[in-house]
């Protein structure tokens, strides 16, 4: 699992604990349900299990801490554990949206498209506007060959939040899929005049760009990528670049 990844389950979970720790009527956050909380943001994942199951002692029905064991056993990598306990978290709140949001992710690493699909359907049913639940969602479908269904969720991301850099960025790749390669040139300068952090943004410009008949742009592009560090840039200057 990337840093990158981590660091997003963690900042995720960090959001659903504090959001399902504001409603108290629902679900109790006592000191264990804290203290689990804080070793799992300290990445003490050992002593965070044991406070969280020290709550559920306490309070069997205590969602959040089943979530939080789920949270802890996707980061230790024990996947079908960390299902377990998403759906007892679910079986508690059926209106858990991190809770389906997390089963999906941790569906998705088992190779479970469908289900991944289904789960952060239903988040996104509690919350529309969860942008990291519907940008996954365009992830999960590209990745079963639904590229109309990923574009239909990445202008989804995009009409959430507009300037959402990646959100273009995703969608013009998305766009060259089906070769509608205007449409991904358009959302390939959108997402760099947003400042997207994908290096090979100009690099795919440049091969969209050259797939309608516009050598030079794509070729001013080549060596932008180029200049920013991107390594395979150099292959499609020598390609299609060289001076005849």
Do not use: W
């Amino acid at each position: 699992m990337s840093n990158r990844f981590r660091s997003l389950a963690l900042l995720l979970s960090g959001f659903a604990f504090l959001a399902a720790c504001s409603n108290r009527n629902q679900n109790q956050c006592d000191n264990h349900f804290i203290k689990g909380n804080d070793y799992f943001l300290s990445c003490e994942y050992e002593k965070a299990i044991r406070e969280f199951e020290l709550a559920i002692k306490a309070d069997n029905k205590n969602a959040n801490a089943f979530y939080g064991l789920g949270q802890t056993y996707f980061l230790l990598g024990e996947y079908n554990k960390s299902l377990e306990n998403y759906d007892k978290a679910i079986e508690i709140n059926p209106k858990f949206t991190f809770a389906f949001y997390s089963k999906a992710l941790t569906e998705s690493f088992l190779g479970k498209n469908v289900e991944s699909v289904n789960n952060v359907s239903k988040a996104i049913s509690l919350k529309p506007d969860f942008l990291f639940a519907v940008f996954q969602r365009a992830s999960f479908r590209h990745n079963q060959g639904d590229i109309n269904g990923a574009i239909a969720d990445m202008t989804e991301v995009i009409k959430i939040k507009k300037d959402f850099a990646n959100g273009y960025y995703f969608r013009g790749r998305f766009y060259s899929e089906i070769k509608e390669y205007q449409k991904a040139v358009n959302d390939l300068s959108q997402a760099i005049d947003l400042k997207t952090d994908r290096v090979n943004a100009y690099l795919y410009r440049g091969i969209y760009e050259y797939a309608l008949g516009q050598k030079e742009r794509a070729c001013k592009d080549f060596n932008i990528a180029k200049e920013r560090g991107d390594a395979s840039a150099q292959t499609y200057i020598d390609q299609y670049c060289s001076q005849e």
